[in-house]
């Protein structure tokens, strides 16, 4: 009886396979298979992630000017921006994409919000930076403002830290006063 079963279950499996990659290679030589990754990405949530970079440049403003109340209250609104973006609007494995860039933006927010001081924060913010800038390298956004990934090589106890600004001069938001102008654009995101 078990084994009866278990024949019956694999040719069911088999037949649905076979039924799923006939009905693939029809779609494909019609030219309607449009691949996960490659799908367009609506304008809509172009649109919402450009209000959560907004958010994310008085974020970066707040630590390059040394000022940590301005700083957790920036994050507050970055993490309101982020909450308000429609992550349905997106499938496949951009879905899983955003899904992991979301969830690290919001945790390293939520620890920028909560932690004391400027260096702790700072070492948060690092991952809200890199996670925006795939983000925004992977999606896009709708902005008339340039979006530039600056780049210091000296953040981050000289690891390096990546940001994202909207003006080419260099307000480092690692070293803060300490070295503002420290840093170089490396490439503009959405020309």
Not at 73 to 87: C, F, I, R, Y
Request: hydrophobic share 40%.
């Amino acid at each position: 009886m078990i084994i009866i079963l278990v024949t019956a279950f694999t040719f069911q499996s088999t037949l649905r396979a076979e039924n799923t990659i006939t009905a693939y290679k029809t779609d494909l030589q019609a030219g309607s298979i449009i691949f996960p990754g490659n799908t367009p990405v609506p304008e809509a949530f172009k649109k919402q992630l450009s209000l959560v970079v907004d958010a994310y440049i008085l974020l970066k403003d707040a630590f390059a000017a040394d000022q940590e109340s301005k700083a957790t209250q920036a994050a507050k609104s970055t993490l309101d921006a982020l909450k308000k973006v429609e992550m349905g609007l997106i499938r496949g494995e951009d879905h899983i994409l955003w899904m992991n860039q979301y969830r690290a933006i919001m945790t390293n927010l939520n620890m920028i919000i909560d932690m004391p001081g400027l260096d702790m924060k700072r070492s948060h913010f690092s991952v809200v930076s890199e996670n925006m800038t795939e983000a925004v390298k992977s999606f896009g956004i709708v902005s008339d403002k340039p979006v530039y990934l600056e780049f210091c090589p000296m953040a981050n106890d000289n690891k390096g830290g990546y940001w994202l600004s909207n003006d080419k001069a260099i307000r480092n938001p690692y070293l803060g006063g300490k070295m503002p102008a420290c840093g170089k654009v490396t490439e503009t995101l959405n020309q």
